[in-house]
């Protein structure tokens, strides 16, 4: 078996998880209506949660499964990048980026920051899990949904996307192999410009020298250090809002989301759940939880007095 064949199994097998509800952790039925909409707008935070919880679930799911065996095994990475790696007789060595997402959240969160130069030998996918409680906003989290995608394809698509100079660069890290494990660099990092109308025009004349693709991405080391020069010349501010998952226009993603937001879940799609959830109208919130899941005052006898 070789790096792609180890990715091409796992990405089948993942999907296997699908309907798959973690026993470890559960949220408790709301106790009144008004207890279920306040719900609604913290439920997501348990992602970070969940997104632990999917990556120690996922290695012993894949080690569990013959195809790997006698070839290597699955093991988590804390901290480290990828998440989960692939150790054996492969090479190079196959890895796992998992990222959890909420679909009833206002977007999908979870950034991914890989660099294009540390993701070149195409041996590290990215795997997204679309989760809830299997309640809706209560009970135990429940895999909906599963993708993954070449982690290159993703870097490619976010810098391709944001990338925009002088308004906008995208810079890779700078080589830092000659440092311990935990100091080395791995992570791109977005920059936007904040330097005053006349400066901008000026970068834009520097940026205009380097045709003919001067304004195309690019990972090697000459067009990295015309960025720097960029950046050492005209005030510019790190964008913490930088490669989330939601924003980097790649196709697989998109058909994704439509899929999951498509899927019926308690009589409605997900997607119809969520435009309910985000409308903030809390009376036909309310109604529709009560409708379906019937929470209503008289749970509130379950408080423990």
Do not use: C
Request: aromatic share 8%; charged share 20%.
């Amino acid at each position: 078996m070789n790096t792609g064949g180890v990715l091409a199994e796992a990405e089948i097998h993942l999907k296997g998880m699908i309907k798959r509800r973690f026993d470890v952790l559960e949220v408790t039925k709301p106790v009144s209506p008004e207890a279920a909409v306040n719900l609604t707008r913290i439920v997501s935070k348990l992602s970070p949660l969940v997104g632990n919880l999917i990556e120690f679930n996922a290695i012993e799911y894949l080690n569990d499964l013959p195809v790997f065996a006698g070839h290597g095994e699955w093991q988590r990475q804390d901290p480290g990048f990828p998440d989960n790696i692939f150790v054996g007789n492969v090479h190079p060595t196959p890895g796992l980026e998992i990222k959890a997402w909420f679909p009833l959240a206002t977007e999908i969160t979870a950034r991914f920051r890989g660099s294009q130069n540390q993701l070149a030998a195409g041996n590290t996918h990215v795997a997204m899990l679309a989760w809830l409680p299997e309640s809706l906003i209560y009970g135990k989290p429940v895999i909906v949904g599963a993708m993954m995608a070449s982690g290159l394809a993703i870097a490619k698509a976010r810098d391709a996307h944001y990338h925009n100079p002088p308004d906008y660069l995208v810079l890779e890290p700078e080589d830092t192999t000659g440092r311990t494990a935990n100091l080395q660099q791995t992570n791109t990092a977005g920059y936007k410009f904040q330097g005053s109308a006349a400066q901008l025009a000026d970068a834009a004349q520097l940026v205009a020298t380097w045709e003919p693709d001067g304004r195309t991405y690019s990972a090697d080391a000459i067009y990295q250090a015309r960025l720097r020069e960029l950046t050492s010349r005209y005030p510019y501010r790190l964008d913490t809002n930088f490669a989330k998952m939601d924003r980097v226009d790649l196709d697989s993603i998109e058909t994704f989301k439509k899929q999951v937001y498509a899927l019926p879940f308690h009589g409605r799609s997900i997607g119809t759940w969520r435009r309910l959830l985000l409308s903030r109208k809390d009376e036909a919130i309310k109604a529709a939880l009560h409708k379906t899941f019937n929470i209503t005052d008289a749970d509130s006898t379950t408080l423990v007095e």
